[in-house]
């Protein structure tokens, strides 16, 4: 994908936004989709595009807020006898989740919620900060738009959402990727992706409910600096 397409892409979801906004109003923005179609970056490129630029020429403040945090720890998961499928619906803390986003939107003000360290492979607590002036939540995970409980509960607090979509054999070749960036062999990234991670995206693309807008987003390696 070229960058000009990558900022024409950032733009449509900054226009949308700029439409949904109300004066005064914290807004939560949803950006879902599958593994590796690049929410991560879109979300990210939106929210400095946001903080650069404001709809009346002001710096905006916005925020970004991953999914990726309420992934249950490994501990759980190997008790659960679900380790090798972390990642999957079942893996994350949907409850957990949702109430901060709840939270978030009724409560406002500053919050500390979890991220997680891909490279650790944990969870590190009240990792992502929201500030109190923080008008624009941008937030984003494979999960989001799921037409199942707990998820179809935050379509309300949603004042917007996007679905990114990218073809299955680039999802392919980008979960390939990651794996192996993590050190695992051929061998291993190939099994993770086939067992578990493509299950996840098909999972995503048929159990989600439509969004606001859609966008093709095929991040590669010319994006990687990019947002």
Excluded at 18 to 25: P, Y
Excluded at 82 to 102: M, P, Q, S, W, Y
Aim: charged share 25%; proline share 4%.
């Amino acid at each position: 994908m070229s960058l000009a397409t990558h900022q024409a892409n950032v733009t449509a979801v900054v226009e949308l936004i700029k439409r949904r906004a109300q004066a005064g109003e914290r807004m939560i923005v949803a950006i879902a989709g599958p593994p590796a179609s690049g929410k991560t970056t879109l979300a990210e490129a939106v929210v400095e595009r946001l903080n650069t630029v404001g709809s009346s020429g002001e710096p905006r403040r916005a925020a970004v807020l991953p999914m990726d945090g309420f992934h249950l720890d490994n501990e759980t998961l190997q008790a659960r006898g679900l380790l090798a499928r972390k990642g999957a619906v079942e893996t994350f803390d949907a409850n957990g989740f949702c109430a901060a986003i709840r939270t978030i939107v009724e409560e406002g003000g500053a919050q500390h919620l979890p991220g997680f360290d891909r490279d650790e492979d944990r969870v590190i607590p009240n990792q992502i900060h929201i500030a109190e002036e923080a008008q624009v939540i941008v937030t984003e995970g494979n999960y989001l738009l799921l037409d199942q409980s707990p998820w179809r509960e935050l379509r309300p607090m949603f004042t917007a959402s996007v679905f990114v979509k990218a073809p299955i054999e680039v999802l392919r070749v980008r979960l390939l990727e990651r794996w192996l960036d993590q050190n695992l062999s051929q061998q291993e990234a190939q099994k993770r992706v086939a067992n578990n991670d493509l299950p996840n995206a098909l999972h995503v693309l048929s159990r989600s409910v439509d969004a606001d807008l859609f966008v093709e987003h095929e991040v590669h390696d010319d994006l990687v600096e990019v947002g």
